[in-house]
């Protein structure tokens, strides 16, 4: 599909930014908040007027490009920005779309750091009450999805040809797959859940999150294509590769610090050691002589999501004034 008419004049504007690492972020849905968010953390500062899709950043030589989450892989792999934050799945559509293309060895996107938020699957699905219970039961049959290149693939090996040659066509703003798939791909950019009960396809392909919405539609999955995530992504051949770098550290220090939090306890020396077995730390626990002789003071690291457990250990084994922090931002090897 023709990216520049989703994006008007923003080419033209791309080129009078050569100065600026071009840093791609989605414009709208699941994903933004949580990117917004992550960028705050790493003291990204930057103000984006209504409307605009390209926001600079006051503190860093930075621009802001706000893309659909499923355009951003495409823009990353062909050069035209360094960075961006999308989805895996939509970076293994990229690939399944982009797979028969003969592009030059520089194109493409590296995967950089999974940002653990984001978290859903694209799955196979069909309505409850139908009588398919196996993805195999859809082939030679419509499917309806968002994913045509995923979709393609995962079909031409449930039809025994592996490298079958799907091409996908574009079809007015729409892609389809020709080629000797049995399978009936059709391409449907929202409402894909809906595409059942309107009697367009047997089954769909589409991601799932909590589930509601595909409980509601009267499906039920069958199938996993893909398991997705947020990750940061960037080009093989960013303008920038050192502010790249510091990019790099200073999101994955958000990211640890969202993970784990700090606990602090008072213990005396001579069960120092099995405290310790509770609060390794990521590399050691910190530990200082208090005033009163015989005791010390550990600060270590803790999964937030284990917290509770381990303070219960900790007071098993004799600690005491346990004090658990929040971590703001963090560096750590």
Not at 124 to 146: A, M
Request: proline share 4%; net charge negative; hydrophobic share 45%.
């Amino acid at each position: 599909m023709d990216l520049c008419r989703t994006l008007p004049q923003l080419t033209d504007t791309l080129g009078s930014l050569n100065d600026r690492l071009l840093f791609a972020v989605p414009k709208k849905g699941r994903l933004q908040q949580q990117t917004l968010d992550l960028l705050k953390g790493a003291d990204i500062q930057f103000h984006r007027h209504s409307r605009l899709d390209i926001a600079l950043c006051l503190n860093l030589p930075i621009a802001l490009v706000f893309l659909p989450a499923a355009d951003i892989p495409t823009f990353v792999g062909e050069g035209r920005v360094d960075l961006g934050i999308t989805g895996r799945d939509q970076v293994a559509e990229h690939q399944a779309v982009t797979a028969g293309e003969a592009t030059v060895a520089e194109a493409g996107v590296e995967e950089v750091l999974d940002l653990g938020f984001g978290k859903c699957r694209l799955q196979v699905q069909v309505p409850e009450n139908g009588g398919i219970s196996d993805p195999k039961e859809l082939v030679g049959k419509n499917v309806v999805t968002s994913f045509v290149g995923l979709s393609a693939a995962y079909f031409s090996k449930l039809e025994g040809q592996e490298g079958i040659n799907a091409e996908l066509m574009v079809n007015g703003d729409s892609l389809e797959v020709s080629g000797r798939l049995k399978t009936k791909i059709k391409y449907v950019g929202g409402s894909v859940e809906a595409a059942c009960a309107l009697g367009v396809a047997d089954g769909i392909v589409d991601l799932v999150e909590s589930g509601e919405t595909m409980k509601a539609a009267g499906l039920k999955a069958i199938a996993t294509v893909v398991e997705s995530t947020a990750v940061l992504i960037k080009s093989k051949h960013p303008s920038n590769a050192d502010l790249v770098s510091l990019i790099t550290s200073r999101i994955r220090g958000v990211i640890t610090a969202q993970k784990y939090v700090l606990c602090q306890y008072n213990v005396p020396r001579s069960i120092l050691e099995a405290a310790t077995k509770v609060t390794p730390g990521r590399r050691a626990p910190t530990i200082n002589a208090l005033e009163e002789p015989g005791w010390v003071a550990v600060s270590s690291m803790v999964l937030k999501k284990d917290i509770a457990v381990v303070m219960d250990k900790l007071e098993e084994v004799g600690a005491t004034d346990i004090l658990v922090l929040d971590i703001a931002n963090s560096r750590t090897g």
